[in-house]
C-alpha cells in the first residue's frame, strides 16, 4: 500500500478554462479510481510556510509572487516569468502555489520520518520554477522544496523525471549539489520547451556528474523509450546509491498529449511504473515518491494516473473503463472516450521514421553512457 | 556583433627572433595553436601549430631543428581583422582562405585575436537558449512584410520572442527560427497555421490529420 497525499483545495492552482493545466486532470483520475470501485482516502497537506519556501527560492521572487497574487501594481511581473500567458496571475496565486508545495513536502515528511514507502502525490510536479523566475505554469518548485526538505534530513536524493519537457528548475537549483542526483528523460531541447537538458549538462562544482539528462526525439515510441531508459538509469542510480527515490510522473510524453510530440501509450506507462518501482526496490529499500507533472491531454493524463495509483498499490490494472465515468467527464474527453483504461492496441497507425529514430536515440544515449565514464567507473 | 564582441584579448606573442622550439613549448603550454609574431612591438606575422609542424617533421624534404628563428618559418605578411569589423567579414576571410586565426589590430597596436573556436562560440551565442522558450520554425514567403506580420501575430498573443534566426535556403524562401517564452508552440503553430504562415515546427502529428 502506498500513502496518498491530495486536498481538494488543488483546485484553486487554476489559470483558467483555457489554460492546459487543468486542476481537473487529477479530478477525473480519483473519479476514475473511485468508478473502478477502489476507496480512495488521503492525507491533507497543509500549505508550505513562507520559510520553507526560502529554501527554494529568493527573498525578492516570493516578495513579488506575493505582492502580485494581492493584486498590487504588476509593472516588472514579467521579469519574474509572470504574467505571462503560460503563467498568468490571479488572485490568491501564492497560497495556492504553496498549497501544492506543501504536498510534496507532506509526502517528503511521510517517507523521512515514518516507516511508510511509498507515497503518491496527486499534485505537484511544477519543475519548471526556478529560483527567481516563474515558468513554464510553474511557481513554486515543490519538488525542489521537498528535496532540500530530504537532504537537510541527511538523505542523499535521487530526483527522476519523466515528464516530456526537461526538468530544468530542480537540475539548476541543485546544479553544485553533491547530495542530490537528477535524471530527466524527456523530448530533445532543440525541438521541445524549455530548450535546456543537453547530454553535456552534467552539473557543477560538486554535482558534476550527477546531473544526467536523456534527450529524445520527436516521435519517440515506448520501445524507444524503455531501451534507453534502461540503458541510462539503473546504472545512474546504483552509482550515486540514494536514500530516497524522487519522482516526477508528468503524463505529457503520451502519444495524445497537445503540447509535445513523444508517442508512449498506457501501456508503456505501465511498463515504465513497474519499472521504476522495481529499481526503488532494489536501490532505495522501496522508498519512493511520485508527484503528478505535465500532462494536457485530459484522456490520457487521468489513465495514466489512475494506473500509477493502482501500481503503487500492487492493484490489478482492468482493462475496462466505467461508461459512467467516461459520460461525466464527456465534455472534457473531448468526445474521444477512452475504449478501455488502456489505450487501443496499437494506439496510432504506424510510426514514420521509426528506425532512424530509434537509431538516433541509441547514438544520443551512448553519447551520455560515454560521458558518464569518468564518474562512473 | 563585431569582432571586439568575440575576440580573446589576453593574446600569447612570441618574438620573431625566438625559436621554434619555444614555440612548441608555449603552444603545448597555454594550449593554444596560433601565435601572433612581434617585432619591436609590431605584428609582422602569425606562427601556427602546423607550420611548426610542416617544418619540423622528420617527413619533410629538409627538417628544420628547434634552434631555427621564427622569423624564418611564419606567415608574413598576416592577415588582420580590426575590431570593429562585422564578425562575418571576419568570417569570410578565414573561410575563402581557409585559416585559422586573424590577429586583431588597431593602428599599429596588437588588441586581440580571433580564432575558429571563437566564431564556434559565436554560432553557439547565436543559437542557444539562455531562458526557458520553445521553438517554432517557419518557412517565409519571399515579400515584404511576412516577418512583421509574423512577430505582430505573436505580439497580440503577448508572448515574448527571445531570439530569432532568419536564414535563405537558397530557392527564394527564408528559413525563420524563433524562441518564444512558451510551453504551448503546438497551439501556437496551429494558429499561425490558420493566419497562412507554412509552419515547420512543431508538425501536425501524423495520426491527428
Redesign the interface.
Known sequence: MAALIYSRSYRAYDFGAEHPFSPARQEMALDLLAALGHEVTWHEPRPATREEILEVHSTAYVRAVEALSAGEAAADAEKWGLGTPDTPVFPGIELAARTLVGGTLAAARLVAQSAEKRVLHFGGGLHHAQRERASGFCVYNDLAVAIKYLTTCGLWVSYLDIDVHHGDGVQAIFNADDKVQTISLHESGQYLFPGTGAIHELGEGMGRGLKINLPLEPFTEGESYLEQFEKVVPRALEAFGPHVLVVQAGADAHFDDPLADLALTTRDYERLFRRILELADGVTAGKVIFTLGGGYSLNAASRVWAILYLLVNDLQVPDTIPEAWSQRWAKHLGGKAAAGLHDLDPAYPPMPHHDEIMQRNRVVAGRLLDAMVPFWY | MLVRDIMSTAVVTIPVDGNVGRVCELMHERNIRHLPVLEEGRLVGVITDRDIGSATSALCLRPLNPEVLVRDVMAHPPKTAHPMDPVEDAARTMRTLKIGCLPVVEGEQLVGIITGIDLLDALLRLTG?DK????VELCLADRFGELARLTAFIAE????ILSILTYPEGHGDGRTVL?V???????LAEDLRRAGFEVL??PA???QH
Open positions: 537558449v526557458p522558450s520553445g521553438r498573443r503577448r508572448l515574448n524562441r517564452n512558451t510551453l504551448e508552440t503546438r497551439p515546427w512543431p502529428k501524423p495520426w
